[in-house]
């Protein structure tokens, strides 16, 4: 065989052997990806003081409100911007991909592109406006205590899945209920 093609057969077997590494490499991340997502959920919605979530996202849109912060999309994933540091740390143990604040108020803890899920809390009412601010969640989301929602794009395809965090969350409920003196 001629050295010419000796090299063209040398080529395509390395260009070959590096195609399928980059698959193999993408696949193993992406499973690590989606375990990651599931424990992510399921510390959000079981073992996340949810109160402490409520008060830390109430002192973020207390900090629009006053000034300190200004309202818009703040990254945390990745490279955070550096306004983040100020955040408070109950957001800040989740790792969320973004915390989204509304100029009115509304707080949009967002934690995965490729499934949206996340807490959303949104600004308090006053008596001016008595009715409940429109929301792109309608339909996917649970309110897991007084004020703080979760939701969940997965409802939208699955519906039988808001019936089983439900039942986990009522679980919860009677669980923390009963460990309190």
């Keep these: 065989m001629k050295l010419r093609y000796k090299f063209i057969i040398a080529i395509c077997m390395i260009c070959s052997i590096g ?22 959920r399921s510390l959000l919605l ?10 830390a996202c109430k002192e973020l849109s ?21 306004e983040t540091k100020q955040f408070p740390q109950p957001i800040l143990d989740l790792e969320p991909l973004q915390v989204i604040i509304e100029k009115d108020g509304l707080v949009n803890i967002f934690m995965w592109p490729s499934v949206m899920y996340g807490l959303i809390v949104f600004p ?7 009715t409940e601010p429109k929301d792109n969640y309608e339909g996917w989301r649970i309110e897991l205590i007084d004020g703080l929602w979760y939701y969940d794009e997965d409802f939208l395809k699955h519906p039988e ?3 089983e965090v439900e039942e986990l969350l009522k679980k919860r409920k009677s669980k923390v209920s009963s460990s309190v003196p």
Excluded: C, W
Aim: hydrophobic share 30%; no cysteine.
């Design 19 to 40: 195609i399928v590494a980059h698959f193999g490499y993408a696949a193993v991340r992406l499973m690590y990806e989606l375990n990651r997502l599931e424990a992510r």
């Design 46 to 55: 079981y073992e996340s003081d949810h109160q402490a979530l409520l008060e």
């Design 62 to 82: 207390k900090q629009v409100d006053t000034g300190q912060l200004k309202p818009g999309y703040y990254t945390l994933y990745g490279t955070p911007d550096p």
């Design 124 to 130: 308090e009412k006053d008596e001016d406006s008595p």
């Design 161 to 163: 899945h808001m019936k």
